[in-house]
């Protein structure tokens, strides 16, 4: 089954503990982009990878790192969260550059306390 | 400053009946646009998406309309069904590959 994969589904963690976000997706897609869904500001773009070895900054892009170093892989590292990255994330991947057709994870809900 | 709003957070149709959705944007550079469907628990699904050279793209009982000078672009539903019930965000995408989201609107198909 086509899918992209995150996990944790529910993490929480404190302030200044380093966590890291999985993503896999298993369609061969080029593009891949994390995105954190907050009350009233809807899905905002954290960083996107157009390819392996190539990331770039999205939106929101403060606090957070990826790397790229698989097609299928996108992990999205908070080196030390604090409490305004609670939110819901996702992860997505498309097939190519025009993101038409974005497949989404199901989220991950993260709580820094 | 959001560039794509949706400035109703809410709105409810009776099953049957039509439902419209609507999308204001700023960004004149914008040249596609979709609409992204989401329930409870689970990640946005695309729904439908409008290249900014057309005016209207329709698949079966969604339609989009898009219109440039105003900047607006909305999304019918018609018949509405409950299944519809869910949260609609648009999204507008840049030719330099960034992707803007709107708040999202919740709809709700009483049956």
């Known amino acids: 089954e086509a899918q992209v994969t995150q996990n944790p589904r529910y993490l929480i963690t404190v302030t200044g503990k380093k966590l890291t976000v999985t993503c896999s997706q298993n369609?061969?897609?080029?593009?891949m982009s994390w995105y954190r869904q907050d009350p009233g500001l809807g899905l905002r773009q954290i960083y996107y990878?157009?390819?392996?070895?190539?990331?770039d900054k999205g939106d929101v892009p403060e606090g957070y790192k990826v790397s790229r170093k698989e097609k299928r892989n996108f992990p999205l590292i908070l080196e030390s969260p604090s409490p305004n990255q609670t939110s819901l994330y996702f992860c997505?991947?498309?097939?190519?550059?025009?993101?038409?057709?974005?497949?989404f994870g199901s989220g991950t809900q993260l709580s820094v306390l | 400053d959001q560039q794509v709003k949706q400035n109703s957070p809410s709105l409810s149709v009776q099953e049957g009946r039509i439902s419209i959705l609507n999308c204001d944007y700023t960004?004149?550079?914008?040249?596609?646009f979709l609409w992204y469907k989401k329930y409870p628990a689970e990640g946005p699904t695309f729904l439908i998406s409008?290249?900014?050279?057309?005016d209207k793209n329709e698949d079966g009982r969604f339609t989009v309309f898009l219109n440039k000078s105003a900047k607006h672009l909305s999304l019918h539903i018609v018949p509405s069904q409950p299944g519809d019930s869910a949260v609609y965000f648009c999204?507008?995408?840049?030719?330099?590959?960034?992707?803007?989201f709107g708040t999202g609107t919740r709809l709700t198909v009483i049956p």
């Open positions: 997505a991947s498309s097939l190519d550059r025009n993101n038409e057709k974005l497949f």
């Open positions: 369609m061969n897609h080029e593009y």
């Open positions: 990878s157009m390819n392996v070895e190539v990331t």
């Open positions: 960004n004149s550079m914008f040249d596609y």
């Open positions: 409008i290249s900014s050279i057309k």
């Open positions: 999204a507008a995408l840049t030719g330099a590959n960034n992707l803007f």
